[in-house]
């Protein structure tokens, strides 16, 4: 199997992962806590699982936010997109068949609008995901925290959803929003998140980009020379 084959498969089933057992938790309906920690778990599982073959981005949002920060070369990038939306997809499709049904819309992302206005809504997706991307910048795509970084990214996904899953659901991952949508062709307040999470990503990717300028910098592990 090819190099790049492989990495875009380990991209495929992390987020596949992500999406059934994060969106299947949130469609459960269970507490908020066992929500975040589903999401944080998968994400973080996928990083040490698929670190050293594609980095287990499982987020085209991050992605997009390492390909402007020099850390994933762009023709890379644009296959991991490809492979974490269909990823993202065929877990919306697999929670479909689990359930028989669209219980709970699948774990679809919307914004609750009796808490949070649209512009609130966006606000809070950006944001989560600029801070998400940060995070992955800093550590796993910089080899700064070493085998701690998954923990660092799952634990910084958790935050953010026990923080925004009642407000929007705490996609922060146009992935994890489209694979529920279009498995269960729901699709309100979708715009929010196809854009909202790939301005953070950029934003964050922009921010460490000129915060690191003229440092020296170290690649992004060895699965993305």
């Known amino acids: 199997m090819q190099p790049m084959t492989r990495k875009m498969t380990a991209e495929f089933i992390g987020t596949f992962g ?6 299947g938790a949130a469609a459960m309906g269970k507490p908020l806590i066992d929500v975040a920690l589903a999401n944080g778990l998968a994400i973080m599982i996928a990083a ?3 670190g050293d073959i594609s980095g287990g981005i499982v987020n085209p949002a991050v992605t997009l936010g390492g390909a402007i920060a020099g850390k994933i070369n762009w023709q890379d990038a644009i296959l991991y997109m490809v492979s974490q939306f269909l990823g993202g997809i ?8 689990v359930f028989h049904g669209t219980m709970g819309h699948l774990g679809a992302t919307t914004i609750n609008t009796d808490a949070v206005s649209i512009p609130g809504g966006f606000m809070l997706e950006a944001v989560g995901t600029f801070f998400l991307t940060t995070t992955a910048l800093y550590t796993a795509m910089s080899d700064r925290a070493g085998n701690a970084a998954p923990l660092a990214i799952g634990f910084t ?10 407000l929007t659901g705490a996609s922060v991952n146009p992935a994890r929003t489209l694979g529920p949508a279009v498995a269960g062709n729901y699709y309100p307040h979708i715009w929010v998140y196809l854009i909202a999470t790939p301005l953070g990503g ?3 990717g922009l921010l460490y980009k000129f915060m690191q300028e003229g440092k020296t910098d170290m690649r992004f592990r060895e699965a993305l020379k």
């Open 18 to 23: 992500l999406i059934f057992f994060g969106g």
């Open 48 to 50: 040490y699982v698929f």
């Open 90 to 97: 065929a877990g919306g499709f697999a929670l479909l068949t």
């Open 157 to 166: 996904l958790v935050m953010i959803v026990t923080f925004m899953g009642p």
């Open 202 to 204: 950029l934003v964050a």
